[in-house]
């Protein structure tokens, strides 16, 4: 079965610190992954898309790893700012035409 | 501009109703979704369509049937509504996922409460 698993579930840090977040899949073969924020109503909003071909991306203060033989995807964040406080779910393409999500990280940035 | 918009934003309806949520792409997108994010905050696909056509259906019961007039709408009609249907409905678009890297665009959601 193909799942797609995030933890911590929740993650507090003081302002300025660096972070790390964790995504883990149990199916190697995949075709990419993406990084999502969802802020509190609001809809998803993708931050960072990684081809199974590429081993990071990065994007401002964001920056994603893949790791396919692992199982794993980190998406680094430097020195982190309130704003940066919403959850963050991982997505992946197993190849059958939709996205599989994990449960998400709840951030919260302390001031 | 709103590159995915869905209506309404919130739904409260009593159970045993039946209801629609309408989506809208302005992207150009061929392929549109329905997701659903239960209380946990999980989110799991419903459906996916392509170009009007339906590609994915995530063994949804009977009473929820998506309709596509056109490539860039995607409603979900929701018949006899059940206390469990309780959830956010996330419409999303992107072009055909398939092999290749393709960034989802998503609605900002339909909080649907059956009472």
Not at chain 1, 20 to 40: E, G, K
Not at chain 1, 49 to 72: F, V, W
Not at chain 1, 73 to 96: E, H, K, W
Not at chain 2, 102 to 111: C, R
């Amino acid at each position: 079965k193909q799942e797609v698993t995030q933890i911590p579930a929740a993650l507090s840090v003081p302002e300025g610190e660096n972070l790390v977040l964790n995504c883990s899949f149990t199916d190697s073969a995949i075709y990419n992954l993406q990084w999502f924020r969802q802020d509190p109503g609001k809809g998803l909003t993708s931050l960072l898309l990684i081809q199974s071909s590429q081993r990071e991306q990065t994007s401002g203060r964001l920056n994603a790893s893949l790791d396919k033989s692992s199982g794993r995807s980190t998406l680094y964040i430097a020195a982190s700012q309130p704003g940066d406080s919403a959850t963050y779910l991982c997505a992946v393409n197993f190849g059958n035409e939709k996205l599989t999500f994990g449960t998400g990280t709840r951030l919260t940035i302390i001031p | 501009d709103t590159a995915v918009s869905q209506t309404p934003k919130y739904l409260v309806t009593q159970m045993g109703n039946d209801k629609s949520i309408k989506c809208e792409q302005n992207l150009g997108h061929d392929t549109m979704y329905w997701y659903k994010q239960d209380s946990k905050k999980f989110l799991k696909i419903m459906f996916s369509y392509n170009n009007k056509e339906l590609i994915i259906n995530e063994t949804v019961p009977n009473r929820f049937s998506p309709k596509s007039p056109d490539k860039a709408h995607l409603n979900l009609h929701i018949n006899s509504l059940e206390l469990g249907d309780s959830a956010v409905y996330f419409c999303a678009s992107s072009r055909p996922l398939g092999g290749s890297g393709e960034k989802l665009f998503f609605g900002s959601g339909t909080q649907l409460s059956v009472l």
